[in-house]
């Protein structure tokens, strides 16, 4: 997909009706570039009370019990995510300045097929943060190759779909 195809497919997102016409769009982008799965989230944080509900092709009885038992609160990544610099964020980079809690979970993301990760942090005018994760599978070495190719093509995907959820188009939840 050239740059301009890219472009087409970004914008299209602002045209569905519902928050599923989008995901599913949103899938058969990151599966185009190449990624096994993803997961789009809105982190809570001080300024507001929102619940952390992502929507994701990650494996579901993972996704049901990390968000059961209220993993995101002591996820490295994601509160790697909330630091004012962080953009894009190798879940192998930052493991190794994980507290103990925070390695057991990811740990356990990697067990539930959670593997060679990367998360692009969204942050918004009004104190909102977005978490846009892929991963892959393969050697870690492949996948760092794959996002070395696709990091901008991610990039623009994370913020034409934040865009589209969050810009003022109004979607239906089904």
Not at 61 to 74: E, F
Request: hydrophobic share 35%; aromatic share 8%; net charge negative.
């Amino acid at each position: 997909m050239n740059q301009d195809e890219l472009l087409s497919e970004c914008e299209r997102l602002r045209t569905f009706e519902t928050l599923d016409e989008c995901h599913e769009h949103l899938q058969r982008l990151v599966d185009h570039l190449g990624f096994k799965s993803y997961l789009y989230g809105v982190l809570p944080n001080r300024r507001n009370s929102l619940d952390f509900e992502p929507r994701s092709t990650f494996d579901p009885t993972w996704l049901d019990y990390y968000v059961d038992k209220g993993l995101a609160q002591v996820d490295g990544v994601l509160k790697r995510c909330q630091q004012p610099d962080a953009q894009l964020i190798l879940w192998r980079n930052v493991e190794r300045h994980m507290t103990p809690a925070q390695r057991t979970t990811y740990r356990q993301a990697v067990e539930a097929g959670c593997t060679n990760g990367v998360t692009l942090s969204m942050k918004s005018h009004v104190g909102v943060t977005g978490a846009f994760s892929v991963t892959s599978e393969g050697s870690a070495e492949e996948a760092l190759r794959l996002l070395e190719s696709r990091h901008h093509a991610l990039g623009m995907i994370s913020y034409a779909f934040n865009d589209a959820v969050y810009g003022g188009h109004q979607l239906s939840e089904v």
